[in-house]
Protein backbone atom coordinates (compact mmCIF):
# COMPACT_ATOMS: atom_id res chain seq x y z
CA UNK A 1 0.00 0.00 0.00
CA UNK A 2 1.18 3.53 -0.96
CA UNK A 3 1.27 6.42 1.14
CA UNK A 4 -1.81 8.09 0.74
CA UNK A 5 -2.44 11.24 -1.20
CA UNK A 6 -4.87 13.49 -0.68
CA UNK A 7 -5.83 13.07 -4.94
CA UNK A 8 -4.98 10.59 -7.25
CA UNK A 9 -5.90 11.87 -10.89
CA UNK A 10 -6.37 8.83 -12.98
CA UNK A 11 -5.37 9.77 -16.70
CA UNK A 12 -2.13 12.02 -17.99
CA UNK A 13 -4.27 13.89 -20.58
CA UNK A 14 -4.91 17.69 -20.87
CA UNK A 15 -7.85 17.46 -17.39
CA UNK A 16 -5.40 15.05 -15.85
CA UNK A 17 -2.54 17.66 -16.21
CA UNK A 18 -3.92 20.90 -15.24
CA UNK A 19 -5.77 18.95 -12.27
CA UNK A 20 -2.12 18.32 -11.20
CA UNK A 21 -1.13 21.75 -11.48
CA UNK A 22 -4.01 22.82 -9.94
CA UNK A 23 -3.73 20.50 -6.83
CA UNK A 24 -0.21 22.72 -6.17
CA UNK A 25 -1.92 25.49 -6.48
CA UNK A 26 -4.46 24.50 -3.70
CA UNK A 27 -2.09 22.39 -1.32
CA UNK A 28 -3.23 19.46 -2.01
CA UNK A 29 -0.58 16.60 -2.71
CA UNK A 30 -1.23 14.72 -5.90
CA UNK A 31 -0.41 11.36 -8.16
CA UNK A 32 -1.17 10.84 -11.96
CA UNK A 33 -1.67 7.55 -13.19
CA UNK A 34 -1.24 6.88 -16.94
CA UNK A 35 -1.75 4.10 -18.77
CA UNK A 36 0.16 4.84 -21.90
CA UNK A 37 3.65 5.61 -21.45
CA UNK A 38 3.83 8.64 -21.68
CA UNK A 39 1.33 12.39 -20.60
CA UNK A 40 -0.67 14.15 -23.14
CA UNK A 41 -3.43 11.44 -23.82
CA UNK A 42 -5.73 11.85 -26.77
CA UNK A 43 -3.56 14.93 -28.14
CA UNK A 44 -1.23 12.39 -29.17
CA UNK A 45 -3.19 11.49 -32.03
CA UNK A 46 -2.09 14.68 -33.65
CA UNK A 47 1.18 15.96 -32.84
CA UNK A 48 1.58 17.86 -35.83
CA UNK A 49 -1.67 19.25 -36.04
CA UNK A 50 -2.02 23.24 -35.26
CA UNK A 51 -4.86 24.10 -32.36
CA UNK A 52 -6.01 27.37 -32.71
CA UNK A 53 -8.88 27.00 -30.06
CA UNK A 54 -7.17 27.74 -26.73
CA UNK A 55 -7.72 30.65 -25.04
CA UNK A 56 -4.77 33.29 -24.77
CA UNK A 57 -2.38 31.10 -26.95
CA UNK A 58 -1.50 31.54 -30.70
CA UNK A 59 -1.76 28.29 -32.82
CA UNK A 60 0.39 25.96 -31.55
CA UNK A 61 0.77 22.06 -32.41
CA UNK A 62 -0.34 19.53 -30.47
CA UNK A 63 3.23 18.06 -29.78
CA UNK A 64 4.16 21.43 -28.61
CA UNK A 65 0.89 21.71 -26.00
CA UNK A 66 1.70 18.24 -24.38
CA UNK A 67 5.28 19.33 -23.38
CA UNK A 68 3.76 22.97 -22.31
CA UNK A 69 1.11 21.01 -20.29
CA UNK A 70 3.81 18.63 -19.42
CA UNK A 71 5.89 21.24 -17.69
CA UNK A 72 3.20 23.01 -16.28
CA UNK A 73 2.04 20.04 -14.45
CA UNK A 74 5.07 19.17 -13.10
CA UNK A 75 5.15 22.83 -11.10
CA UNK A 76 4.73 21.47 -7.93
CA UNK A 77 6.14 17.73 -8.08
CA UNK A 78 3.12 15.54 -8.34
CA UNK A 79 4.00 11.52 -8.44
CA UNK A 80 3.51 10.56 -11.78
CA UNK A 81 2.85 6.94 -12.43
CA UNK A 82 3.04 5.76 -16.46
CA UNK A 83 2.68 2.22 -17.90
CA UNK A 84 -0.07 1.56 -15.49
CA UNK A 85 -4.13 0.72 -15.94
CA UNK A 86 -6.48 1.20 -13.61
CA UNK A 87 -8.46 -1.87 -13.04
CA UNK A 88 -10.38 -1.47 -9.24
CA UNK A 89 -11.70 1.42 -7.69
CA UNK A 90 -13.07 1.14 -4.45
CA UNK A 91 -12.92 2.41 -0.81
CA UNK A 92 -11.46 1.16 2.26
CA UNK A 93 -12.66 0.99 5.69
CA UNK A 94 -10.97 4.59 6.66
CA UNK A 95 -13.37 5.73 4.09
CA UNK A 96 -10.22 6.34 1.68
CA UNK A 97 -9.97 5.34 -2.22
CA UNK A 98 -7.73 2.69 -3.16
CA UNK A 99 -6.87 2.27 -6.80
CA UNK A 100 -5.80 -0.81 -7.73
CA UNK A 101 -3.80 -1.02 -11.35
CA UNK A 102 -2.42 -3.91 -13.43
CA UNK A 103 1.09 -4.17 -11.42
CA UNK A 104 -1.01 -5.06 -8.08
CA UNK A 105 -0.22 -1.87 -6.78
CA UNK A 106 -2.54 0.14 -4.88
CA UNK A 107 -2.70 3.99 -4.39
CA UNK A 108 -4.53 5.65 -1.90
CA UNK A 109 -5.96 8.84 -1.58
CA UNK A 110 -8.28 11.08 0.31
CA UNK A 111 -10.09 11.79 -3.04
CA UNK A 112 -10.09 10.64 -6.67
CA UNK A 113 -10.53 13.19 -9.90
CA UNK A 114 -11.98 10.56 -12.95
CA UNK A 115 -9.73 12.50 -16.34
CA UNK A 116 -9.64 9.42 -18.71
CA UNK A 117 -11.05 11.50 -21.32
CA UNK A 118 -13.64 8.78 -23.49
CA UNK A 119 -11.90 5.82 -21.22
CA UNK A 120 -8.84 3.65 -22.46
CA UNK A 121 -8.53 4.70 -26.21
CA UNK A 122 -7.48 2.41 -28.45
CA UNK A 123 -7.65 2.58 -32.55
CA UNK A 124 -10.30 0.09 -33.62
CA UNK A 125 -8.03 -2.24 -36.14
CA UNK A 126 -9.02 -3.26 -39.74
CA UNK A 127 -10.91 -6.24 -39.88
CA UNK A 128 -9.03 -7.82 -42.54
CA UNK A 129 -7.06 -10.65 -41.85
CA UNK A 130 -3.11 -10.01 -41.57
CA UNK A 131 -4.07 -6.76 -41.50
CA UNK A 132 -1.95 -6.62 -38.27
CA UNK A 133 1.70 -7.33 -39.93
CA UNK A 134 1.55 -4.01 -42.47
CA UNK A 135 1.18 -1.93 -39.30
CA UNK A 136 5.24 -2.19 -38.65
CA UNK A 137 5.37 -0.78 -42.45
CA UNK A 138 2.69 1.22 -44.48
CA UNK A 139 -0.53 0.90 -42.68
CA UNK A 140 -1.40 3.51 -40.30
CA UNK A 141 -3.32 4.23 -37.40
CA UNK A 142 -2.25 7.66 -36.51
CA UNK A 143 -0.50 10.28 -38.35
CA UNK A 144 2.63 10.96 -36.42
CA UNK A 145 4.46 13.00 -39.34
CA UNK A 146 3.08 14.48 -42.30
CA UNK A 147 6.42 14.57 -44.04
CA UNK A 148 6.53 10.53 -43.72
CA UNK A 149 3.85 10.94 -46.84
CA UNK A 150 5.30 13.35 -49.04
CA UNK A 151 5.06 12.57 -52.77
CA UNK A 152 3.18 9.20 -52.12
CA UNK A 153 0.28 7.79 -52.79
CA UNK A 154 -1.89 7.98 -49.57
CA UNK A 155 -5.76 5.98 -48.96
CA UNK A 156 -7.33 7.41 -45.62
CA UNK A 157 -10.18 5.18 -44.56
CA UNK A 158 -12.99 7.00 -42.48
CA UNK A 159 -15.47 9.17 -42.37
CA UNK A 160 -14.69 11.18 -39.07
CA UNK A 161 -13.39 14.64 -38.54
CA UNK A 162 -10.35 12.84 -37.88
CA UNK A 163 -9.84 10.94 -40.66
CA UNK A 164 -11.54 13.68 -43.02
CA UNK A 165 -8.73 16.43 -41.56
CA UNK A 166 -5.76 13.64 -41.91
CA UNK A 167 -7.02 13.52 -45.99
CA UNK A 168 -6.88 17.42 -46.04
CA UNK A 169 -4.19 18.26 -44.63
CA UNK A 170 -2.02 15.54 -46.41
CA UNK A 171 -3.40 16.71 -49.97
CA UNK A 172 -0.36 19.25 -50.44
CA UNK A 173 2.75 17.10 -49.15
CA UNK A 174 1.10 13.80 -50.69
CA UNK A 175 1.14 13.05 -54.72
CA UNK A 176 -1.92 11.58 -53.77
CA UNK A 177 -4.53 11.11 -51.96
CA UNK A 178 -7.95 9.14 -51.65
CA UNK A 179 -10.32 8.68 -48.93
CA UNK A 180 -12.91 5.53 -48.41
CA UNK A 181 -15.60 5.63 -46.53
CA UNK A 182 -18.24 2.83 -46.21
CA UNK A 183 -21.22 5.16 -45.41
CA UNK A 184 -23.43 7.51 -47.52
CA UNK A 185 -22.97 10.52 -45.28
CA UNK A 186 -19.98 12.34 -43.24
CA UNK A 187 -20.11 12.10 -39.81
CA UNK A 188 -17.85 15.56 -39.00
CA UNK A 189 -18.50 19.14 -38.91
CA UNK A 190 -20.00 20.84 -41.94
CA UNK A 191 -16.61 23.47 -41.69
CA UNK A 192 -14.59 19.69 -42.02
CA UNK A 193 -16.51 18.57 -45.02
CA UNK A 194 -16.81 21.46 -46.99
CA UNK A 195 -13.08 22.15 -47.07
CA UNK A 196 -12.17 18.33 -48.16
CA UNK A 197 -15.22 19.02 -50.78
CA UNK A 198 -13.42 21.58 -52.15
CA UNK A 199 -10.25 20.16 -52.24
CA UNK A 200 -8.67 17.78 -54.52
CA UNK A 201 -8.28 14.67 -52.36
CA UNK A 202 -10.63 11.89 -54.62
CA UNK A 203 -13.65 10.86 -52.05
CA UNK A 204 -15.49 7.40 -52.60
CA UNK A 205 -18.06 6.91 -50.28
CA UNK A 206 -20.40 4.04 -50.22
CA UNK A 207 -16.93 2.08 -50.09
CA UNK A 208 -15.36 -0.54 -47.80
CA UNK A 209 -11.74 -2.14 -48.23
CA UNK A 210 -11.98 -5.99 -48.31
CA UNK A 211 -8.18 -7.23 -49.24
CA UNK A 212 -5.04 -5.67 -48.59
CA UNK A 213 -2.94 -6.82 -51.90
CA UNK A 214 1.22 -6.99 -50.66
CA UNK A 215 3.93 -6.27 -52.82
CA UNK A 216 6.50 -8.90 -53.87
CA UNK A 217 8.25 -9.27 -50.38
CA UNK A 218 5.49 -9.51 -48.48
CA UNK A 219 6.09 -6.59 -46.14
CA UNK A 220 3.76 -3.79 -47.62
CA UNK A 221 0.48 -3.15 -48.79
CA UNK A 222 0.96 -2.51 -52.56
CA UNK A 223 -2.61 -2.31 -53.06
CA UNK A 224 -6.13 -2.36 -51.36
CA UNK A 225 -9.27 -4.27 -52.56
CA UNK A 226 -12.44 -1.73 -51.80
CA UNK A 227 -16.45 -2.85 -52.87
CA UNK A 228 -18.83 -0.49 -53.87
CA UNK A 229 -21.97 -1.44 -50.79
CA UNK A 230 -24.26 -0.23 -53.07
CA UNK A 231 -23.52 -1.29 -56.42
CA UNK A 232 -21.40 -3.84 -56.01
CA UNK A 233 -18.47 -2.65 -58.23
CA UNK A 234 -14.92 -3.83 -56.65
CA UNK A 235 -12.37 -1.86 -57.44
CA UNK A 236 -8.22 -1.51 -57.29
CA UNK A 237 -6.09 1.08 -55.83
CA UNK A 238 -2.70 1.56 -55.93
CA UNK A 239 -1.21 2.86 -52.16
CA UNK A 240 2.42 4.05 -51.02
CA UNK A 241 0.53 4.03 -47.61
CA UNK A 242 -3.09 3.44 -45.94
CA UNK A 243 -4.27 5.65 -42.66
CA UNK A 244 -7.14 3.94 -41.11
CA UNK A 245 -9.32 5.82 -38.76
CA UNK A 246 -12.67 4.01 -37.59
CA UNK A 247 -12.80 5.42 -34.09
CA UNK A 248 -11.42 4.43 -31.15
CA UNK A 249 -12.68 1.96 -28.55
CA UNK A 250 -13.05 2.91 -25.03
CA UNK A 251 -12.51 0.78 -21.77
CA UNK A 252 -14.43 2.11 -18.73
CA UNK A 253 -14.51 -1.27 -16.79
CA UNK A 254 -12.86 -0.26 -13.79
CA UNK A 255 -15.73 2.42 -13.25
CA UNK A 256 -18.48 0.22 -14.75
CA UNK A 257 -17.24 -2.40 -11.93
CA UNK A 258 -16.34 -0.47 -9.20
CA UNK A 259 -18.44 -1.27 -6.47
CA UNK A 260 -19.16 2.72 -5.69
CA UNK A 261 -21.89 2.52 -8.35
CA UNK A 262 -20.49 5.46 -10.25
CA UNK A 263 -23.70 6.99 -12.14
CA UNK A 264 -22.85 7.24 -15.81
CA UNK A 265 -24.49 8.41 -18.98
CA UNK A 266 -24.84 6.94 -22.09
CA UNK A 267 -22.44 4.08 -21.13
CA UNK A 268 -19.86 6.57 -22.06
CA UNK A 269 -19.59 9.62 -19.79
CA UNK A 270 -19.78 9.98 -16.02
CA UNK A 271 -22.92 11.77 -15.18
CA UNK A 272 -21.80 15.12 -13.05
CA UNK A 273 -22.35 18.54 -12.31
CA UNK A 274 -21.44 21.99 -13.75
CA UNK A 275 -18.78 21.66 -10.49
CA UNK A 276 -17.73 18.43 -11.67
CA UNK A 277 -18.83 16.51 -8.97
CA UNK A 278 -20.28 12.62 -9.27
CA UNK A 279 -22.96 10.85 -7.51
CA UNK A 280 -20.37 9.96 -5.05
CA UNK A 281 -18.99 11.88 -2.65
CA UNK A 282 -14.85 13.02 -2.92
CA UNK A 283 -15.11 11.26 -6.44
CA UNK A 284 -14.70 13.93 -9.53
CA UNK A 285 -14.73 14.00 -13.04
CA UNK A 286 -12.93 16.65 -15.17
CA UNK A 287 -12.84 16.71 -19.58
CA UNK A 288 -14.23 14.06 -21.79
CA UNK A 289 -15.59 11.44 -19.55
CA UNK A 290 -17.99 13.74 -17.65
CA UNK A 291 -21.23 14.85 -18.89
CA UNK A 292 -23.87 17.70 -17.74
CA UNK A 293 -25.66 19.98 -18.96
CA UNK A 294 -23.71 22.87 -20.44
CA UNK A 295 -20.67 20.45 -20.82
CA UNK A 296 -18.07 21.95 -22.95
CA UNK A 297 -15.90 19.33 -24.85
CA UNK A 298 -13.00 21.11 -26.10
CA UNK A 299 -9.38 21.31 -23.91
CA UNK A 300 -10.37 24.50 -22.49
CA UNK A 301 -13.43 23.33 -20.99
CA UNK A 302 -11.00 20.79 -20.14
CA UNK A 303 -9.21 22.98 -17.92
CA UNK A 304 -12.15 24.30 -16.32
CA UNK A 305 -13.18 21.21 -15.34
CA UNK A 306 -9.96 20.49 -13.78
CA UNK A 307 -10.03 23.71 -11.46
CA UNK A 308 -13.58 22.53 -10.42
CA UNK A 309 -12.87 19.39 -9.42
CA UNK A 310 -9.33 20.27 -7.21
CA UNK A 311 -11.60 22.99 -5.51
CA UNK A 312 -14.17 20.85 -5.17
CA UNK A 313 -11.80 17.98 -3.74
CA UNK A 314 -10.14 20.77 -1.20
CA UNK A 315 -13.67 21.88 0.13
CA UNK A 316 -14.65 18.05 0.73
CA UNK A 317 -11.54 17.47 2.68
CA UNK A 318 -11.49 21.16 4.36
CA UNK A 319 -15.30 22.36 4.59
CA UNK A 320 -14.04 25.99 6.06
CA UNK A 321 -11.14 26.45 3.22
CA UNK A 322 -11.25 29.58 0.89
CA UNK A 323 -14.12 28.47 -1.36
CA UNK A 324 -13.25 30.14 -4.44
CA UNK A 325 -11.07 29.41 -7.56
CA UNK A 326 -7.41 30.46 -6.92
CA UNK A 327 -5.77 32.66 -9.71
CA UNK A 328 -1.84 32.61 -9.60
CA UNK A 329 -1.39 36.69 -9.58
CA UNK A 330 -2.64 36.12 -5.92
CA UNK A 331 -0.78 33.40 -5.12
CA UNK A 332 2.24 33.13 -2.98
CA UNK A 333 3.49 30.23 -4.07
CA UNK A 334 4.39 32.10 -7.31
CA UNK A 335 6.38 35.11 -5.43
CA UNK A 336 9.72 33.83 -5.66
CA UNK A 337 8.94 32.01 -9.26
CA UNK A 338 7.73 35.53 -10.36
CA UNK A 339 10.90 37.05 -9.32
CA UNK A 340 13.37 34.96 -10.97
CA UNK A 341 11.45 35.26 -14.45
CA UNK A 342 10.94 39.08 -13.85
CA UNK A 343 14.71 39.91 -13.21
CA UNK A 344 15.22 37.56 -16.03
CA UNK A 345 13.57 39.51 -18.66
CA UNK A 346 14.38 43.01 -17.27
CA UNK A 347 18.07 42.04 -17.24
CA UNK A 348 18.09 40.86 -21.10
Not at 6 to 16: E, F, K, L, R, S
Not at 35 to 40: A, D, I, T, Y
Not at 62 to 85: C, D, H, S, W, Y
Not at 91 to 108: A, I, P, S
Request: proline share 3%; hydrophobic share 35%.
Amino acid sequence: MTECKDVTIIGGGPAGLYAAFYCGMRDLSARIIEFKPNLGGKVHIYPEKMIWDIGGLTPITGAQLIEQMEAQARTFNPKVILNEKVEKLEKNMEDCFVVTTNTGHKYVSRTVILATGGGILEPIKLDIEGADRFEVSNLHYTVQSLDRFKDKKVIVSGGGDTAIDWATELEPIAEQVSLVYRGEEFKAMEAHIAHLEASSVHIYKNTKIEKLLADEEGHHVKEILTKNQKTGEKVRFEVDDLIINHGFDRELKFIKESPLKVELEQDFFVKGSGKAETNIAGLYAAGDILSFDGKVHLIAGAYNDAANTVNQAKLYMKPDAYNEIYVSSHNSKFHEKNRKLLSHLYTK
